[in-house]
């Protein structure tokens, strides 16, 4: 079955940097598309970045103005998303998501603290 497994959350201080990694089995990772969405605290979820199966295009929410960076390395069956001068506003339970399979992954926690 699909599995998708988050991890590389953690507290981290505003301005820094964190890098999440997403570990996906139980299909044929790089046929398909991935997404990364976050939901912060009271707030609905948001798509985050997602990234083309060949990982040749790549698309991002507008809050990010160009501080994230989305990968894939489908010979580890896994996804990145590299979080650069990380807001307090970014404070969220991220997630990952392959839209093929409707399938999300648990989930990690991303603090910014001041």
């Known amino acids: 079955q699909v599995q998708l497994v988050e991890s590389g959350g953690g507290l981290v201080q505003l301005g820094g940097s964190l890098r999440l990694s997403c570990a996906a089995s139980?299909?044929?990772?790089?046929?398909?598309?991935m997404r990364w969405y976050r939901r912060a605290q009271g707030k609905e979820r948001e798509m985050v970045a997602s990234?083309?199966?060949?990982?040749?295009?790549?698309t991002y929410g507008d809050f990010v103005q160009g501080r994230f960076t989305i990968s894939r390395d489908n010979s580890k069956n896994t996804v990145y998303l590299q979080m650069n001068s990380l807001k307090l506003e970014d404070t969220a339970v991220y997630y990952c998501?392959?839209?093929?399979?409707?399938?999300w992954g648990q989930g990690t926690q991303v603090t910014v603290s001041s």
């Open positions: 998501y392959t839209p093929s399979f409707a399938s």
């Open positions: 139980g299909f044929t990772f790089s046929m398909y598309p």
């Open positions: 990234i083309s199966y060949t990982g040749g295009s790549t």
